[in-house]
């Protein structure tokens, strides 16, 4: 992938699916691999680009990580991804910087469909900066207003003022750099 002036290698996969998801030799369908293989994979791209790593994981609406999550995602860093971006659980989950990368372990939602009434509806994109190697990439935490009963599932930006979830949640972050 090139933005602007540089290129870089983005890696998806996902580790959350059930098995009938998955691809096999007669079914198309998603590719969950092994640590081994996404390891490799991001080891791979890395000795040549700046390496993103986009992940569907952990349990849904849960706060914290889990355990493989937190492991998968150092293990990807030292592998050498530039960053470990995850999704999945609906909600916003901690960053943490491993190594001087960060590890976005969930950015919540985005477009999808609204969960039940009163559940907490957060989202965030993540704006990546690539700068020179002596300084170092920029990460911003972009808090999105994800309430499709109010933005017509078009995430729209919220507002420094905002009370809404997913700001509360950019007070303790501001942003991350390495």
Not at 66 to 86: D, F, H, K, N, P
Not at 98 to 124: A, C, D, V
């Amino acid at each position: 992938f090139r933005a602007g002036q540089h290129s870089v290698c983005i890696i998806a996969v996902s580790k959350t699916l059930p098995d009938s998801y998955w691809a096999t030799t007669n079914f198309a369908g998603t590719n969950s691999p092994n640590y081994e293989q996404i390891h490799d994979a991001v080891k791979e791209c890395s000795r040549r680009f700046p390496t993103f790593v986009f992940i569907h994981w952990g349990g849904e609406g849960t706060r914290s990580p889990r355990e493989y999550q937190t492991s998968l995602g150092r293990m990807l860093i030292r592998g050498g991804a530039e960053a470990v971006i995850g999704h999945h659980p609906h909600i916003v989950q901690p960053v943490e910087v491993y190594l001087g990368k960060p590890i976005f372990y969930s950015i919540g939602n985005f477009i999808f469909r609204t969960l039940p009434p009163g559940s907490e509806q957060e989202g965030m994109l993540v704006r990546v900066q690539l700068k020179s190697p002596q300084r170092g990439t920029r990460y911003t935490l972009v808090p999105l207003d994800v309430l499709n009963e109010r933005v017509n599932f078009e995430p729209t930006t919220i507002a420094s003022n905002s009370e809404l979830p997913s700001y509360g949640f950019i007070n303790r972050l501001k942003n991350c750099s390495k």
